[in-house]
T-cell receptor, first 112, second 113 residues
Framework: QKEVEQNSGPLSVPEGAIASLNCTYS??????FFWYRQYSGKSPELIMS????GDKEDGRFTAQLNKASQYVSLLIRDSQPSDSATYLC????????????FGGGTRLMVKP | SQTIHQWPATLVQPVGSPLSLECTVE??????LYWYRQAAGRGLQLLFY??????ISSEVPQNLSASRPQDRQFILSSKKLLLSDSGFYLC????????????FGSGTQLSVL
């Protein structure tokens, strides 16, 4: 079992729809969770962080965390073609210092 | 504000040649520094991390090495590149104070031919 798992996609949604990206993790002691956006050929860019159960909203983005189910998700409302990218889920394990473990990423395609 | 610089942006090297990639961070002191590699269409693989000058931890044994000669400088090296060393190399930093947000440099696309 991979430590952080994501569906590789591609996830295709029409412009204006809600894109839902999911991530599961194996270490119950994980403390911090992050979503990064990576455009092709570019470096990852941090877009959301979440540390406690529930929802966290920032503009069109909502991160959701459920530690009991070891599940974290990212919702993108009113999806735009410019949101087309690979979204990486990253998890800091409880005993890993300050190091993050990344999932393989989900490729999102928003079609006009 | 803090910035991270990484160079070169692209590099084409023959098999067996040496490698040196450099990364510097500005606007902070004593950062944690990291080297990641991303193969085409794959996730990020942590190669090395450093919590201070001269302190290097390796996550994946291979023909690469890292050094931290100064507080905000991190260097990735190889004496002889392999075809399998091709990939997108990313330097990253965080402050290591309990807030683990990781910030990446612009990356180096390395092609070994």
């Amino acid at each position: 079992q991979k430590e952080v798992e994501q569906n590789s996609g591609p996830l295709s949604v029409p412009e204006g729809a809600i894109a839902s990206l999911n991530c599961t993790y194996s270490d119950r002691g994980s403390q911090s969770f992050f979503w990064y956006r990576q455009y092709s050929g570019k470096s990852p860019e941090l877009i959301m962080s979440i540390y406690s159960n529930g929802d966290k909203e920032d503009g069109r983005f909502t991160a959701q965390l459920n530690k009991a189910s070891q599940y974290v998700s990212l919702l993108i409302r009113d999806s735009q073609p410019s949101d087309s990218a690979t979204y990486l889920c990253a998890v800091m394990k409880g005993n890993a210092g300050n190091m993050l473990t990344f999932g393989g990423g989900t490729r999102l395609m928003v079609k006009p | 504000s803090q910035t991270i610089h990484q160079w070169p942006a692209t590099l084409v090297q023959p098999v067996g040649s040496p490698l040196s990639l450099e990364c510097t961070v500005e606007g902070t002191s004593n950062p944690n520094l990291y080297w990641y590699r991303q193969a085409a269409g794959r996730g990020l693989q942590l190669l090395f991390y450093s919590v201070g000058i001269g302190q290097i931890s390796s996550e994946v044994p291979q023909n690469l090495s890292a050094s931290r000669p100064q507080d905000r400088q991190f260097i990735l090296s190889s004496k002889k590149l392999l075809l399998s060393d091709s990939g997108f190399y990313l330097c990253a930093w965080n402050q290591g104070t309990g807030i683990e947000k990781l910030f990446f440099g612009s990356g180096t696309q390395l092609s070994v031919l």
